[in-house]
């Protein structure tokens, strides 16, 4: 385990504490740090907002009367499910005035597949859609047990409800996501399909487009009102390829196009002058391309960039 230092995790040294005793709860924290941010991410769909909520469980595992803690992982596990359950009430009342579609904030995840967990579940952003449509409750029981493997017992000593309670909240969120998403495509065939959309896009190719779709494709763009973007997600085959049509002369003029792995999928960075500025993905089934996601708020492609 790499060891990573009580500076490194932004907190200095003082007077008052041990510097060796905050090494050693650097250490501690830095092996669980991944898996940490993993739950938040899941949990909110932002990665700022997950990697904030991580500096806070940092904060208070400092602070906190470490010696009486038995099992550390758990401990900070339990603090930033609690943080997180809090955070995704408070971001459900933003959203509602949110300007425009709102999209899961995209996460690199070329070095890290499964962003901390051992699985790569709820991390795809068609899933972390559908999971936006749960109680804060229900998404965290899923998460944790979809993606972290968590037992029931656990689950329900962190969220704070009996074992039966928590098998029913998971089994609920699981029914509503393999009832509300179509069997994927495999990751190579949804590269495949990204590529020939970007392609078809670029040059207006309405029949290309269309044949591209599935009949009920819904197309989002997230700008956050920071950016000119569709306030409206648009629906069917033949609007969304017109859609596309209607702003290809001028919207790709002097774009490059890098690909990268983002949630688990391909996606494609769209940038200008070296400047990513928007990230592109499809989510896409036998019937073809259900959905194409633009990423076009500056505040939330930071955790992206183009390769080098």
């Known amino acids: 385990m790499r060891k990573v230092s009580a500076g490194a995790m932004g907190v200095a040294d003082t007077e008052s504490g041990d510097p060796e005793d905050l ?10 740090r991944p898996r940490l941010f993993g739950i938040a ?31 550390p992982a758990a401990f900070l596990a339990t603090t930033i499910t609690r943080l997180a359950l809090n955070a995704a009430r408070s971001a459900r009342a933003r959203r509602e005035t949110y300007v425009g579609p709102w999209l899961p904030e995209p996460v690199d995840t ?15 952003l068609a899933v972390l859609l559908l999971l936006e449509r749960l109680t804060p409750t ?25 074992e039966p309670a928590v098998r029913q909240l998971v089994s609920r969120a699981r029914k509503h996501v393999l009832v509300e998403r179509r ?46 973007a569709s306030r409206f997600p648009v629906v069917g085959a033949s609007r969304v390829a017109k859609f596309h049509r209607a702003f ?36 896409a089934s036998e019937q073809g391309i259900d959905q194409v996601l633009w990423m076009m708020n500056p505040a939330k492609i930071t955790a992206v960039s183009a390769p080098p």
């Open 183 to 228: 069997t994927p495509v495999a990751k190579a065939e949804q590269r495949k399909l990204l590529t020939a959309f970007v392609a078809a896009a670029r040059v207006g190719d309405l029949t290309a487009l269309e044949e591209l779709f599935a009949l009920d494709v819904i197309s989002y763009s997230d700008g956050g009102g920071a950016v000119r």
């Open 110 to 124: 070329s070095a890290d597949p499964h962003l901390g967990a051992e699985r790569g579940e709820a991390l795809e």
């Open 138 to 162: 229900e998404r965290a029981a899923y998460v944790l047990r979809e993606a972290f493997d968590y037992p029931y017992r656990q689950i329900a000593d962190i969220i704070r409800l009996n």
């Open 23 to 32: 090494e050693q709860a650097a250490v501690v924290f830095g092996g669980v």
């Open 41 to 71: 991410y899941r949990m909110l769909g932002s990665a700022t907002e997950a990697e904030d909520l991580v500096q806070d469980v940092w904060l208070r595992w400092q602070a906190y009367d470490r010696a009486t803690v038995d099992n």
């Open 248 to 283: 290809a002369s001028h919207f790709w003029t002097g774009v490059d196009v890098a690909y990268a792995s983002t949630n688990g999928q391909s996606a494609a960075l769209l940038s200008r002058d070296g400047e990513v500025f928007a990230v592109l993905t499809v989510n």
